[in-house]
């Protein structure tokens, strides 16, 4: 049985590396709005926090796969460990690079939102799409994994 291997954490780590320069880039965008409103005496949207936080969630989608890679009992030889290994890392990639696109387009929505006040739900839309990519590659990874038993 292999063991010590790193228990196949790259799908939970690429996804959450994503997520971190998604809500980076988000964040500053927002940042930059608000400083904007604050500079013109406007109200400061809020709502912008929301485009800010919608990268997070592929870090949850990289641990949900993570616990079910592990689940799947890949530890039992070296050729399905490398299987297991390579599922998490391609998989945590492409949810990675979900997370960070999606915060390039919610740093759009935040200058938009906040220059005009208007498109919160347009922005919201565009960004789930996004989001489905991360869904999609953990949905379908999920069912190529063996059953655990």
């Known amino acids: 049985m292999v063991q ?12 959450a590396m994503g997520s971190a320069l998604g809500t980076g880039v988000a964040g500053m965008a927002a940042i930059g709005a ?3 409103a604050f500079a013109q005496n406007k109200t400061a949207p809020f709502l912008l926090v929301a485009f ?6 592929q870090t949850f989608y990289g641990f949900l796969l993570r616990n079910k890679i592990q ?3 890949f530890a039992i ?4 460990y490398v299987f297991g290994i390579i599922i998490g890392c391609l998989a ?21 939102l ?4 208007k498109g919160f739900a347009n922005y919201m839309l565009v960004l789930g799409i996004i989001e489905t990519v991360a ?3 953990m949905f379908f990874c999920m069912l190529a994994l063996p059953q655990a038993g």
């Open 114 to 117: 906040a220059e005009t006040g």
């Open 135 to 137: 869904l999609f590659v």
């Open 71 to 73: 689940e799947a009992g």
């Open 77 to 80: 030889d070296m050729s399905s």
């Open 92 to 112: 945590g990639i492409a949810m990675g690079l979900s997370a960070y696109m999606q915060g390039k387009a919610a740093a759009r929505a935040c200058d938009a």
């Open 34 to 36: 608000w400083k904007k």
């Open 4 to 15: 010590g291997l790193g228990d196949m954490n790259f799908s939970l780590t690429l996804a």
């Open 52 to 57: 800010v936080g919608a990268p997070l969630t």
